[in-house]
Nanobody
Framework: QVQVVESGGGLVQAGGSTRLSCAASGSIFRINVMGWYRQAPGKQRELVATITSSGRTTYADSVKGRFTISRDNAKNTASLQMNSLKPEDTAVYYC??????????WGQGTQVTVSS
């Protein structure tokens, strides 16, 4: 059984910051990629940022320079520091963990609402 649990988020004013955390536990073996995705109402889920076990990162163009993803390989955790938030960042944010043997695991999501 694998669990991916997000925490953080909530209501933030435009221009503000918040931090999301994710913890993967259970029989997940060694995690390759951890990532954050988001889904706004009426829209498809989209990639926000990913980080490999070696620390290589990718970001959506819309968040580059504002969001920073990090991880702790030993603890199977990942974080997303979100700065200069905009109302269009409002969405449910999901953590994803992929291991080296084809496992692909999702959290339940955490709401981030940015008020203007």
């Amino acid at each position: 059984q694998v669990q991916v649990v997000e925490s953080g988020g909530g209501l933030v004013q435009a221009g503000g910051s918040t931090r999301l955390s994710c913890a993967a536990s259970g029989s997940i073996f060694r995690i390759n990629v951890m990532g954050w995705y988001r889904q706004a109402p009426g829209k498809q889920r989209e990639l926000v940022a990913t980080i490999t076990s070696s620390g290589r990162t990718t970001y959506a163009d819309s968040v580059k320079g504002r969001f920073t993803i990090s991880r702790d390989n030993a603890k199977n955790t990942a974080s997303l520091q979100m700065n200069s938030l905009k109302p269009e960042d409002t969405a449910v944010y999901y953590c994803n963990a992929q291991n080296f043997v084809g496992g692909d695991y999702w959290g339940q999501g955490t709401q981030v609402t940015v008020s203007s």
